[in-house]
T-cell receptor, first 110, second 111 residues
Framework: DTAVSQTPKYLVTQMGNDKSIKCEQN?????MYWYKQDSKKFLKIMFS???????INETVPNRFSPKSPDKAHLNLHINSLELGDSAVYFC?????????FGPGTRLTVT | GIQVEQSPPDLILQEGANSTLRCNFS?????LQWFHQNPWGQLINLFY???GTKQNGRLSATTVATERYSLLYISSSQTTDSGVYFC?????????????FGKGTHLIIQP
């Protein structure tokens, strides 16, 4: 069974569109995260979400919004996509210790 | 925020060689993890090691929290060890804070 899964694996879209990436974990963890990996492979935290407490990295534009329908899911919604949003987005989950990562979603904005 | 520095940035070795990767961090940490990002982009958990020493097969890791560094040892390298190795930490205080990553060590193992 996949522990942390993301859909889609690849996403190609045009500037100005709105898109969502879904994340699900079946580990029973309380905390979930979204990370962005840029073209130079640098990984940076975007959001963490725990029991309805949202911690936002202040460098993340407000076009990005996490949505959690329940404890096992944390989706990432992006409005008005820009070229600079092209990256690999990773979801992760944690029982408040070790973090476990999903396979990533490669987003390409044209 | 906390700074994480990894060295060396790039490393090219022959199959069978041993290597040591270093991670320095600028403040106390609650969490330290080592990851391997393989050529397909997957982030694979290697060690969760905020302090002490752990071993898993040909890999081992040591974190000296009081001196703010961690080392990852790879012995008898294989071509499948190629990829980028990341060190990542959560600063003291923990909670739901995300990991701060280093820039990684890009390892190439040649046959």
């Amino acid at each position: 069974d996949t522990a942390v899964s993301q859909t889609p694996k690849y996403l190609v879209t045009q500037m100005g569109n709105d898109k969502s990436i879904k994340c699900e974990q079946n580990l029973g963890h309380d905390t979930m995260y979204w990370y962005k990996q840029d073209s130079k492979k640098f990984l940076k935290i975007m959001f963490s979400y725990n029991n309805k407490e949202l911690i936002i990295n202040e460098t993340v534009p407000n076009r990005f919004s996490p949505k959690s329908p329940d404890k096992a899911h944390l989706n990432l919604h992006i409005n008005s996509l820009e070229l600079g949003d092209s990256a690999v987005y990773f979801c992760a989950s944690s029982p408040r210790g070790e973090q476990y990562f999903g396979p990533g979603t490669r987003l390409t904005v044209t | 925020g906390i700074q994480v520095e990894q060295s060396p940035p790039d490393l090219i070795l022959q199959e069978g060689a041993n290597s040591t990767l270093r991670c320095n961090f600028s403040d106390s940490v609650n969490n330290l993890q080592w990851f391997h990002q393989n050529p397909w982009g997957q982030l694979i958990n290697l060690f969760y090691i905020p302090s002490g020493t752990k071993q898993n097969g040909r890999l081992s890791a040591t974190t000296v929290a009081t001196e703010r560094y961690s080392l990852l040892y790879i012995s008898s390298s294989q071509t499948t060890d190629s990829g980028v190795y990341f060190c990542a930490v959560v600063q003291g205080g923990g909670g739901a804070d995300g990991l701060t990553f280093g820039k990684g060590t890009h390892l190439i193992i040649q046959p």
